[in-house]
């Protein structure tokens, strides 16, 4: 189906870019929420909601976010669509710093930037008719469609599947499913460039979740759209993205190709993630020890851990996990991680061996094939780069294990585990 | 587990002897309807299922299926709900144990309740009451079923919370539910139904609102538990990944009936109701290659009040029309026997599902 020009304001504003380009791009952007108290209402803190996160939106593709609750996933959609006003940091969008944009210096870029919201019943108003709701963009930015507005209105309801004839239908009238297509529609309006969605399935029940899952899908390959897609649902995300970003406490942990980072994830994080995604197969269900449970629950974003956010919790941390924050690096084409002991490949920082007490009970809850595997292929990864750049680091590891000749740290991890019995773990840091 | 076994409050078996069935828990054409102004809404219509001790039941089905209404049937909740000025009508058998539930005395169903049967809700915030703490809500639900004074019940509550994984339970007792997170209430929640070791625990979405590390760590420990106590479960949920973790049989429902029911196993790998198929196509799934489109159910769940003639299926089901005669819209089709303890409500013959999964369902999954 194609997208009849829009013959008002809008085909005069700048040409969209092209597919592949970069269409957002974000840098250290960082958004506070401050908690006040007392009669002066003085700011005693804040919830770190967003608090440094790089990243690129490209013409046409899919960016999919996942994270926990409170990862601060909604308030970074909220923030690149400039609903929220970052405490710090940069939005760029086609080039056009719109960081600190104004309500009327933003509206022209609200045509280019819709959203899409998670809950269908409390997004749409209740008083108003589908009509009224899918022209209110027309309305707001006095663009006069092609044929009027009623007509235009019609047209985007069967674009995504609805009656057009439900025109002057109220939004009780319709199920979940088909309001999700409304605020779609809605979105649509104006033809947007991007639609950030906040968990836009979520709320649905599994076969209409397919179904909006699809429309969108069709929709993106017929109008061109950029996405980001915020969901906690691992599987919906894969299914929807190019590249996907994992955020954990307000900091983006590994951003990479979808292929990449469902073969072989990076962070630890992450693949503690991807592993508790209950699998729909009994037959897989004794194979339970693949499972990474992490102990605990996140932390407050309040007052974040040192260092590596995620260290609290993780196996692998180490002392330099508790005072060096890692940065967001490439180390593979396409897959940025921070972390400083990554899986599936070599260590960051391999002279830092001694696993923090913390991390040896989390190791606890990692079944030991889990461990011994990911030090291997560490080992492996860390063997390969050693031979190709003959690196001196690779002689010291026999000290440290003999199962793996493994720079990394992985190694003692996996010799602590079988042998987490006996006590004098303490294996010395080798210098 | 301590031996502070069921000698506290003193339960009179009602005598019934008629036709008890052998299974554990037994559940004989349940029909849960509710007047309404617009009409009846028949949230459960004829609904059988048995289930043994040391099993786990697996309920799946969309909202408005019927899940939930079915649990709160189970455990005599509906008639004593006041909201409203018109009661639930129930009709059938539920058999615990042993003993006719809906024509018992609503006294003993009263003490059995907590006590034989207990209940883990979807939201944990709602309820638990933020009045009390964690600890006098668990050492309330103890005591209302056995004769200890409140030390005991206390201490009791004390090894449940720490049984559940909640860290330093002697301080955590004294906590509110507020300060907990959401894994935390959802661990004090089981600590609470699982205190007076109860035969039948029934789970309502106990994981739909955590996010999925917690939710790992909760099937974890729902699982661990049942070994540990050798309960039976029902696990009521719309994920059929958690369904896939945890049961030994699984139930379909859609429409207020159970449209397929079987072995956890056959239910995946033979499902033999089109809706069945329509579920697992629509889930995306991690631990496959990557298909390029899923499969949905067309059309939207039926309406409880107007459910469609013959098969509550036939407007969403692609193969409606395969059975001759228009006997999908006319008839409604009874559960069959399609396989050693398995069964569907279709009216395609064997041969036409066995054809249709085979060769066009399960390539695409």
Same mark, same amino acid.
């Given at each position: 189906m194609a997208i009849p020009a829009q013959s008002d304001g809008v085909a005069t504003l700048t040409k969209g870019a092209a597919p592949g380009e970069t269409l957002l791009k974000v840098t250290g952007l960082q958004k506070h929420f401050p908690i006040r108290k007392g009669l002066l209402q003085r700011q005693v803190g804040a919830v770190r909601a967003v608090d440094g996160i790089d990243f690129e939106v490209k013409s046409g593709e899919t960016l999919g976010v996942v994270g926990e609750s409170g990862c601060g996933k909604s308030t970074m959609g909220r923030l690149i669509t400039r609903l929220l006003e970052p405490t710090a940091g940069k939005v760029e969008f086609e080039g056009k710093d719109i960081t600190h944009l104004s309500v009327a210096g933003m509206r022209p870029m609200r045509r280019d930037v819709q959203m899409i919201f998670q809950d269908p019943y409390s997004s749409l108003n209740p008083r108003h008719t589908i009509g009224t709701i899918v022209s209110a963009p027309f309305k707001l930015q006095g663009v006069m469609p092609e044929g009027g507005v009623k007509k235009e209105v019609q047209r985007l309801l069967s674009v995504v599947g609805l009656n057009p004839e439900h025109y002057n239908r109220y939004p009780h009238e319709f199920s979940g499913g088909q309001r999700q297509r409304i605020g779609i529609a809605r979105a649509l309006a104006l033809n947007p460039k991007m639609v950030v969605a906040d968990e836009p399935v979520s709320a649905l029940d599994v076969s209409i979740q397919a179904q909006v899952v699809n429309l969108l899908d069709d929709l993106q390959q017929e109008l061109g759209l950029t996405y980001v897609i915020i969901a906690h649902d691992l599987s919906v995300v894969r299914h929807v993205s190019d590249r996907i970003a994992v955020m954990y406490l307000g900091k983006i942990v590994e951003l990479a190709d979808r292929e990449s980072l469902y073969k072989a994830p990076m962070h630890p994080y992450t693949k503690a993630l991807m592993s508790a995604v209950p699998i729909p197969d009994p037959r897989r269900r004794s194979a339970k020890s693949e499972r990474i449970l992490l102990k605990g629950d996140v932390p407050s974003p309040i007052s974040p851990p040192s260092g590596c956010r995620f260290h609290t919790r993780c196996w692998k941390a180490t002392q330099i996990c508790t005072t060096v924050e890692p940065p967001l690096l490439e180390l593979k084409p396409g897959q940025q991680v921070a972390c400083h002991h990554p899986e599936n490949f070599e260590d960051q920082a391999p002279q830092d061996t001694v696993l923090l007490t913390a991390a040896k009970e989390a190791a606890e809850l990692v079944a030991d094939e889990v461990l011994a595997e990911s030090a291997a292929t560490s080992a492996a990864v860390a063997a390969e780069v050693a031979a190709a750049t003959e690196a001196p680091a690779a002689k010291e590891s026999p000290a440290v294990s003999k199962e793996a000749p493994a720079v990394s740290k992985e190694a003692p991890a996996a010799a602590e585990a079988p042998a987490k019995d006996t006590p004098a773990e303490e294996q010395p840091a080798k210098e | 587990m301590t031996e502070l076994s069921k000698s506290g409050a003193a339960v009179s078996e009602p005598v019934k002897a008629s036709q008890a069935p052998s299974a554990f828990l037994e559940v004989r054409d349940l029909k849960v309807h509710f007047p309404t102004d617009d009409g009846l809404v028949k949230s459960v219509d004829?609904?059988? #299922?048995?289930?043994? %001790?040391? %099993?786990?039941?697996?309920?799946?089905?969309?909202?408005?299926s019927g899940k939930s209404v079915t649990s709160l049937g189970i455990m005599g909740l509906h008639t004593t709900g006041q909201y409203g000025k018109r009661k639930a009508q129930i009709s059938g058998e539920i058999w615990l144990d042993g003993t006719e539930l809906l024509s018992a005395d609503p006294d003993y169903v009263r003490k059995l309740r907590g006590r034989e049967m207990a209940m883990i809700f979807q939201d944990p915030l709602s309820a638990l009451h933020p009045y009390y703490t964690i600890g006098q809500q668990i050492v309330e639900a103890y005591r209302v079923h056995h004769k200890v004074d409140k030390k005991v019940a206390r201490r009791r509550a004390v090894e449940m919370l720490d049984r559940v994984g909640i860290p330093q339970p002697d301080k955590r007792i004294d906590?509110?539910?507020?300060? #907990?997170?959401?894994? =935390?209430?959802?661990?004090? =929640?089981?600590?609470?139904?699982?205190?007076?070791?109860?035969?039948?625990?029934?789970?309502?979405?106990?994981?739909?609102a955590l996010d999925v590390t917690v939710q790992a760590q909760i099937l974890d420990l729902i699982r661990d538990l049942q070994q540990e106590f050798g309960s039976a479960v029902i696990i009521i949920t719309h994920d059929l990944g958690v369904v896939a973790e945890l049961s030994d049989d699984i139930l379909v429902m859609y429409g207020g009936r159970c449209i397929e029911r079987g072995p956890a196993e056959k239910v995946f790998y033979e499902p033999r109701h089109p809706y069945t198929w329509g579920l697992l196509g629509s889930m995306p799934r991690l631990d496959r290659e990557q298909t390029e489109r899923l499969i949905p159910v067309k059309g939207s769940p039926p309406s409880l009040i107007n459910i469609p003639s013959g098969c509550a299926f036939n407007p969403r089901c692609p193969y409606a029309d395969v059975p001759k005669d228009n006997v999908t819209r006319t008839v409604r089709p009874e559960l069959t026997v399609v396989g050693s303890q398995h069964w569907a409500a279709c009216h395609m013959t064997h041969e036409q599902r066995e054809r249709i999964w085979t060769e066009e369902i399960a390539p695409k999954l």
């Open positions: - | 004829g609904l059988s #299922f048995t289930l043994e %001790k040391g %099993k786990t039941l697996g309920i799946v089905g969309e909202s408005g906590s509110y539910p507020h300060e #907990f997170s959401g894994g =935390m209430r959802q661990r004090a =929640m089981i600590a609470m139904s699982l205190v007076n070791n109860p035969e039948l625990l029934i789970a309502d979405e106990p994981t739909t």
